[in-house]
């Protein structure tokens, strides 16, 4: 049967953070090429930001592409035209998303867009942390160039690196550490089986023993009740002295304080921290006061690459829901039986 002709156009909306105070965008390449010669596409940025999405600032949109803010039972109040929330990301533990299968709206990732980049800020913050570049670094800076005999580095080989969570970026970070000769990968994931880990040079291990283990622990899952404060006291009891830990998934996973008391008592080597438990931070981070810890405002990955192939993921998925056919990276694709939903879509072809 052939689809419909949609009524109407599909308009999206992306929220404030994409442009800066004066309305200009604030990135190069955001995805806007996959709207070009789709008439039935219309688009806005909107005028204001918050932290939280509104209902009068998602207004007739049909769908919403959020960078930032969170998305909210609130935020979907009487909203009967919404389609689709995409996040501009992978993560989205920012999106209720029960609240937006209740209200028959589909969740949408751009799945696979961001392993290259956070695969390689994860390593360079390796590379970074064992060659103490920060440190060296203030010690130019400072003007001491004889206290460089005490910041002996050491090299990424015949080291093994631990991953928290086996998922795509975890993947690309093996085959980007591959090169410097390391000794050997673990991985606790209780979702990946020993036989696929294994087909990437990976052995799976409990969470205890990859601690124990590891020169470099790596956190790579996402964010839920399971996690939450997954790497704590006990946890960071069991690394080793000269052990590196480093998060680029979400802050939370790590309890901090547990941290900064791990840091304090050199019980561990340094870390590397791009996520915290509260975002975004106005003064300056307890942890900031090491000189072995590195930090970023959750952004080590960002890169014109990465915000060019997140923006042509989502953008793409919003293309396709215009057109009446189904998007990649669905993170509630049960919403598509939902009548309340397939009304919605009906309009542009879909159902």
Known sequence: MPKKTPSEPFRVAFTGDFQDAAGNPKYRDFGLGAFQNQRQIEHRIIPEFSAELTPEQIGNAAGVVVLTPKVTRRSLFQRSDLVAIARFGVGYDSVDVEACTDADVLVLIATGAVDRSVA?????????????????????????WEGRSQYMGSELRRRTLGMVGFGRIARALVQLANSFGMKAFLAFDPLVEPRVAAQHGVEMASLDDLLAKSDFVSIHCPL?????NLIGEAQLSKMKREAFLINTARGGIVDEQALYRALKERRIAGAALDVFAQEPLTAPHPLAEFENVLLAPHCIAWTEELFSDIGRAVC????????????????????????????????????
């Open 224 to 228: 839920d009740e399971k996690t939450k």
């Open 316 to 351: 793409q998925a919003m293309v396709e829901l215009s057109r009446g056919d189904k998007p990649r990276g669905m993170v509630n694709p049960v919403v598509l039986q939902h009548p309340g939903f397939k009304k919605k879509w009906e309009r542009f072809g879909g159902g």
């Open 120 to 144: 390689e800020a994860t390593l360079t913050w390796m590379l970074a942390l064992s060659h103490h570049v920060r440190a060296k670094d203030q010690l130019v800076r400072g003007g001491n």
